[in-house]
Structure formats: C-alpha cells, structure tokens
C-alpha cells in the first residue's frame, strides 16, 4: 500500500466504499444497457469526491494528482466504466487547472468541484489519433468571438458533460503550431453530438463525436494564448496519465482480488483450487505486477504534485506499465475462473474487456514506449 496522508486515506475509504456499496450491485447492468450511470454520478457528487483535485480557492479539496489517482483507482475496482466519469472529468478540467485564466477558473472550477458539471477532453478526431498533430478543426476569429468548425470523435463522457476543452486550429498554416485550447459549454449553438459509440468494454461510459458547425463561441473561452493548444494538450496529458493508470490497476486490483477469492471457494479433486501450486503462482505473480504497478503510478504523481518538471517520461512509463499490467491480470484472472471466467454472469471477462482500452487511449502504449525513447535520448545527449 503506498504511503497515504490521514486525509488520503479518509478519500480513499469513502470511494471504496462507493465502489463496493454502490457500484458493485449495478455494473453488470450497465456493462449490459451501457447507459450512463448518473445515480452513481449523483453518490461521487453527494461525497464531494469532484472536488479531491480542484484548489480551496475554488471550492474543492485542494488536493492534485495523487487524490485523483486514489478515487480513480478505487471506483475502478469496482468498474472500470463508471469511473470514467470520475476521471474524465479530472481530465477535461485539467486544461483550465493548469492553463486557465483567474476568470476562467472562478466561472468553472466551483461547478466542476461541486459535480454540478461534468467536464470532457476533446482532442481526438477521425484522422488525428495518435497523429494529435493531425487535427483539422479551425476556430476562425470574428471581432470578439471565435468560431468553431470540424468534429472531434471519441470522446469520453460526450453528450453528458456540461463543459468541453476542445483543440482546434486557429492557424491551420501552422500546423500543430497553429493549435488553440477553447472552452465550449453544452448547449452552445452550432455545438450538437453525433452517435453514442457500441463498444467492447468500458460500455457505462459515454463516448460521442463531438460536432461543431458555425459553432460561435466567446473570446474569452480562449486557453491561454492562440497557438498554445498543443502545448496546453500535451501538458495535460503529462499530468493526467496517471488518472488512466490509476483505472488501470483499479481493474487489474479488481481482477485479482475476484480470483483470489473465487479460487479459494472453487473446489476441484475434492479441494479448493488455491491449493493448487501453480495457481498460487499466478496469483503471486499477478499481486506482484498490481503493487509494483500501484507504487510507481503514485510516485509519479507525488512527483507531479511537487511540481517536478519533465515529467513527460515518467507519465508515460506509468500509463505503459499500469496498462500492461491490466491486460495480464485481467486475463490470467479470466484463467483461473476457466469456463466460468468467459461467462458474462462473472466479473472478470468484463474486467478483461475493459483493461484493453487502457492501452490504447490517452496515447496507445506504443506511443508511449516513443515519448519514452525520445526522452531517453534527449537525457543522453545533455550527458555529452
């Protein structure tokens, strides 16, 4: 167990509380309608757990990334899709966190604290993935307004967040150069969604395409300054990898704790299962990988909370191992089930379907081990 302050400590109990009390009993449910789970929204807001990351001077906790990290991971334990609306939003609101003007957070952080508002990210678009440089939305400057234009896809907690932090080009000449950071509010004209994504796994979560058509917005809604977008989405994806790998081991503890206790009940050759040598073996294995995984994602965000810079690497190792690891002990718990493992009336296989996203958004894994191989060449190039 990482080091926690008696405060961490008192978050952490209450989110697993909700896990357990209240997420447990309805995520086969959801997994199944794939609706979006706004009466477990309604106990996160009712516990004030919003607020864990956003600064006092705006009505949260005051806590950072580590607080994040802790209720992401614990409501992940439980699903792996709920607590994206949980995780999301801290990922949304990072854009203003860090980037935002005084006006910009006093209109929003309180509502965002509060979970009076849902926040989303929206970089991605359908031919800018892992290419974030590849974006074609314009925001086009009109006296005191900027007008927006394009779509984004796949975007995490669509159609239900109240508040968007969208990239868009504002000097498409430029390139990524040319990228700006806005706020858009739901309910703006010319701001609409397109369909509600069918997915493999986390299905409780909303994923929508974002339209903007003449979409007229104010100036003011600029983060930051023009041409700051991709250093303001790159910033915050530095700070907001541990979040994705917070869920991940979430899952992955999730996963463990499920075939830890279902070997002990399961009783083949007249004993239970756990006796069994070589399952004790994989189940040690698989404790291994969740508790180094978990010591290195809240180092990180230790750092990050400190306020270290280049952390770019270290966020990137963290969401690459974290994931990684989700996929394995998602699947070596589907294992231990056997048959009983691939059937739907059973947890894991749904863990096992949402780990898989873990290593594909937020930058895929490959992606990853890139930004880390750059980093290292970089630091070896300064010890010349």
């Known amino acids: 167990m990482p080091f926690f302050t008696e405060e961490q400590e008192m978050i952490r109990e209450l989110a697993r509380r909700i896990a357990v009390e209240k997420?447990?009993?309805?995520?086969?449910?959801?997994?199944?309608?794939?609706?979006?789970?706004?009466?477990?929204?309604?106990?996160?807001?009712?516990?004030?757990?919003?607020?864990?990351?956003?600064?006092?001077?705006?009505?949260?906790?005051?806590?950072?990334?580590?607080?994040?990290?802790?209720?992401?991971?614990?409501?992940?334990?439980?699903?792996?899709?709920?607590?994206?609306?949980?995780?999301?939003?801290?990922?949304?609101?990072?854009?203003?966190?860090?980037?935002?003007?005084?006006?910009?957070?006093?209109?929003?952080?309180?509502?965002?604290?509060?979970?009076?508002?849902?926040?989303?990210?929206?970089?991605?678009?359908?031919?800018?993935?892992?290419?974030?440089?590849?974006?074609?939305?314009?925001?086009?400057?009109?006296?005191?307004?900027?007008?927006?234009?394009?779509?984004?896809?796949?975007?995490?907690?669509?159609?239900?967040?109240?508040?968007?932090?969208?990239?868009?080009?504002?000097?498409?000449?430029?390139?990524?150069?040319?990228?700006?950071?806005?706020?858009?509010?739901?309910?703006?004209?010319?701001?609409?969604?397109?369909?509600?994504?069918?997915?493999?796994?986390?299905?409780?979560?909303?994923?929508?395409?974002?339209?903007?058509?003449?979409?007229?917005i104010p100036a003011e809604n600029l983060i930051a300054r023009e041409g700051m977008g991709f250093l303001v989405a790159m910033g915050t994806l530095d700070k907001s990898r541990p979040g994705v790998a917070s869920q991940a081991i979430g899952i992955a503890r999730g996963a463990l704790e499920a075939a830890i206790d279902y070997a002990r009940q399961r009783e083949q050759f007249g004993r239970p299962v756990i006796a069994n040598q070589g399952l004790q073996w994989m189940l040690a294995d698989m404790a291994t990988k969740v508790e180094t995984a978990r010591a290195f994602i809240y180092d990180v965000a230790a750092k990050i909370d400190k306020g270290e810079k280049d952390i770019s690497k270290l966020s990137a190792m963290a969401k690459l191992y974290a994931s990684d690891v989700a996929m394995s002990v998602t699947t070596d718990a589907v294992q231990i089930f056997g048959g009983y493992g691939y059937m739907r009336e059973y947890p894991v296989e749904k863990m096992m379907r949402d780990a898989k996203i873990t290593q594909i958004y937020e930058g895929t894994n490959q992606i990853q081990r890139d930004v880390i191989g750059k980093s290292l060449i970089k630091e070896a190039a300064k010890k010349r």
Not at 31 to 45: A, K, L, M, Q, S
Not at 53 to 74: K, L, Q, R, S, W
Not at 132 to 148: K, Q
Request: aromatic share 10%.
């Open 23 to 216: 997420i447990v009993p309805v995520r086969e449910h959801y997994d199944h309608c794939g609706e979006f789970p706004w009466e477990i929204v309604e106990e996160i807001r009712n516990a004030d757990l919003f607020g864990v990351f956003i600064p006092e001077e705006f009505g949260g906790f005051g806590g950072g990334i580590t607080e994040m990290a802790i209720v992401t991971e614990e409501l992940s334990t439980a699903c792996g899709g709920i607590s994206l609306s949980f995780a999301a939003t801290g990922l949304g609101a990072m854009p203003i966190l860090l980037f935002g003007s005084q006006a910009q957070k006093e209109k929003y952080l309180p509502i965002i604290a509060s979970g009076e508002a849902l926040t989303a990210f929206a970089l991605t678009e359908p031919n800018a993935g892992s290419d974030a440089g590849g974006i074609r939305t314009t925001a086009r400057r009109d006296g005191d307004s900027y007008i927006l234009d394009g779509t984004k896809q796949w975007i995490t907690n669509g159609g239900e967040a109240k508040i968007y932090t969208v990239i868009a080009l504002t000097d498409p000449s430029k390139g990524a150069r040319g990228a700006s950071a806005f706020i858009v509010e739901d309910g703006t004209e010319g701001f609409s969604y397109g369909k509600k994504e069918d997915k493999m796994g986390i299905r409780a979560s909303a994923t929508r395409e974002l339209i903007f058509q003449n979409c007229r």
